[in-house]
């Protein structure tokens, strides 16, 4: 199936890789600055949740991407894409409503806001022109979750996740997602953790859901927005993810 649907007027590769790369370079630091400014430490939250809780959270986090990939695909078929700004806005009340009762409503709430991210990934595929039901753009979706999230931001590593791809089969995506689950398991139980207590749980949550919401769109703009860039240049994909670290480098 092809993956383009959309056209759009023609670009400067230069400009848009700079343009891309200070997009990376900005999306973990407004994450943590909303996290640190309610004094919420990265380090040591999950030792706050149970432990059954710690236990079945890389298989229920596994099993949440899955279903959430369905429903987020279905989704679009009754509800069109938002701006930005309200999708921030009501992620933001998700995480207050899921923080308010503590650790049981907060583990309510973690696979609707689970659904709500990736539907906002596809709603950026597509702002880049492509297709939300082409097998590629979907396994795109995913992998846009290997960065993990703000609190694993690591100064560039995550870039790893822009060059990955492998053959789209059934067996691939559900070995992706076996790949992203465990990393996307500890940054959703620190997400538990902070909003474990009642109340102050609620801004919490949040605040987190804000900082995820913030910083998976900005990682989806430079994820789609690369692959764009390559099919309009005819360059090799892997010559701009070279290219973008490069640039990441220049602007840190």
Known sequence: MNEIVLSRPPIDPDEEIERLARRYKAAGGLGIQVLNSLGT???GLLDRLPAPVRAQLDAATKAALVQAMSAASHSRRMVPDQSEWL??????????????????????????TTTLLLRVIEGVAVEH????????????????FAAAGPLAHDDGSDLAFLSARVALTGAAMQAIIARVAPRLAIVMGQKLAAQAVPVLGAVAGAATNYAYTS??????HVHFGLRRL??????????????????VKVLT
Do not use: W
Request: charged share 20%; proline share 6%; hydrophobic share 40%.
């Open 129 to 144: 022109g492509f297709d939300p039901n082409a097998d590629s753009v979907r396994f795109d979706c995913v992998q846009v």
């Open 87 to 112: 999708n921030s806005a009501v992620s933001t009340a998700m995480g207050a409503a899921g923080g308010f009762g503590g650790l049981p409503t907060a583990l309510a709430e973690l696979p609707v």
């Open 230 to 247: 390559a099919i309009e240049a005819d360059q090799p994909h892997d010559q701009m993810v070279a290219r973008l670290k490069d640039q």
């Open 41 to 43: 430490q990265a380090d």
């Open 215 to 220: 910083y998976y769109t900005d990682v989806a």
